[in-house]
């Protein structure tokens, strides 16, 4: 498998394109291999749990992430496209608050690493998308915090037509200033 690793402003968020064989009949594409992800990317993890969201044009979730049992995420489109966000939680960072968006889609076959640290969250840019996504930690509801989606101190710059449709829990995120943190 080749992987051709893409550098984000954030430098351990990374992009990855995988190599795609593809012919009149369709393509091929080793979507995971543990030894080539850590030779091209330099990281070492296990994941646990594979999960596969479905959502509607307009769908804004997040910006999730772990206080205990922090999870890094390898996502990526299957169906669709989405504009996909990670942002450095982590105080110790010269880089904290600051976030980082990428599109990812069926036709791009992108995959982005969102390490342990970072919030997440990602808004559908198509009619429907299917996001499959890796972690490296199974999921724990009592530790699940969420970033307010538009605060203003972030200042994301969601590509939205109109207002997101949200889930309950992303609506009532914190903010930054209040938000739980890493150290």
């Given at each position: 498998?080749?992987?051709?690793?893409?550098?984000?402003?954030?430098?351990?968020?990374?992009?990855?394109?995988?190599?795609?064989?593809?012919?009149?009949?369709?393509?091929?594409?080793?979507?995971?291999?543990?030894?080539?992800?850590?030779?091209?990317?330099?990281?070492?993890?296990?994941?646990?749990?594979?999960?596969?969201?479905?959502?509607?044009?307009?769908?804004?979730?997040?910006l999730?992430?772990?206080?205990?049992?922090?999870?890094?995420?390898?996502?990526?489109?299957?169906?669709?496209?989405?504009y996909?966000?990670?942002?450095?939680?982590?105080?110790?960072s010269?880089?904290?608050?600051?976030?980082?968006?990428?599109?990812?889609?069926?036709?791009?076959?992108?995959?982005?690493?969102v390490?342990?640290?970072?919030?997440?969250?990602?808004?559908?840019?198509?009619?429907?998308?299917?996001v499959?996504?890796?972690?490296?930690?199974?999921?724990?509801?009592e530790?699940?915090r969420?970033?307010?989606?538009?605060?203003?101190?972030l200042?994301?710059?969601?590509?939205?037509?109109?207002?997101?449709?949200?889930?309950?829990?992303?609506?009532?995120?914190?903010?930054l200033?209040?938000?739980?943190t890493?150290?």
């Amino acid at each position: 498998m080749s992987l051709t690793v893409i550098p984000t402003a954030l430098p351990e968020v990374l992009i990855l394109e995988p190599k795609v064989f593809g012919d009149e009949r369709g393509f091929f594409m080793e979507s995971f291999n543990a030894r080539v992800f850590e030779e091209a990317t330099g990281v070492h993890r296990t994941f646990v749990q594979d999960n596969h969201s479905r959502s509607a044009l307009g769908v804004l979730r997040g910006l999730h992430y772990q206080i205990r049992n922090p999870q890094g995420k390898l996502l990526r489109v299957t169906s669709g496209e989405v504009y996909d966000v990670a942002v450095d939680l982590r105080r110790s960072s010269r880089n904290f608050g600051k976030w980082v968006g990428v599109m990812l889609s069926e036709a791009n076959k992108r995959q982005l690493w969102v390490p342990e640290g970072f919030a997440h969250g990602f808004v559908v840019t198509s009619a429907s998308a299917d996001v499959l996504y890796k972690t490296t930690d199974y999921w724990y509801p009592e530790h699940e915090r969420t970033l307010l989606w538009n605060d203003p101190a972030l200042a994301i710059d969601w590509p939205l037509s109109g207002p997101p449709t949200l889930a309950q829990k992303d609506q009532k995120g914190a903010r930054l200033e209040a938000v739980e943190t890493f150290s």
